[in-house]
């Protein structure tokens, strides 16, 4: 089982930016998909962005346009670059990664606080 582990969280103030990271213990390759979802506290766990093996991306209407989904093979290692953050954006991010005919892989999250 590939392990994720998302980094790169923390406080930020509204307008302001952060890369979120996703680093897998195995090659990125054996995913079909991989993805950022998030979870604001009493809410449940939406989709953020996703990208395809094929390189298609999918990103919520909240967020089109301010962030960016993408990878490094090389690193193993999938990013979300957030810009222009709002205090909605306030939540615990996760990273997920879809294998065929296996269970989904999850990280344990990280906190994101848009907040001045």
């Known amino acids: 089982q590939v392990q994720l582990v998302e980094s790169g969280g923390g406080l930020v103030q509204p307008g302001g930016s952060l890369r979120l990271s996703c680093a897998a213990s195995?090659?990125?390759?054996?995913?079909?998909?991989m993805g950022w979802y998030r979870q604001a506290p009493g809410k449940q766990r939406d989709v953020v962005a996703t990208?395809?093996?094929?390189?298609?991306?999918y990103y919520a209407d909240s967020v089109k346009g301010r962030f960016t989904i993408s990878r490094d093979y090389a690193k193993n290692t999938v990013y979300l670059e957030m810009n222009s953050l709002k205090p909605e954006d306030t939540a615990v991010y996760f990273c997920?990664?879809?294998?065929?005919?296996?269970?989904?892989?999850w990280g344990q999250g990280t906190q994101v606080t848009v907040s001045s």
């Open positions: 997920k990664g879809t294998r065929k005919f296996l269970a989904d892989s």
């Open positions: 195995g090659s990125i390759f054996s995913f079909i998909a």
């Open positions: 990208i395809t093996s094929g390189g298609s991306t």
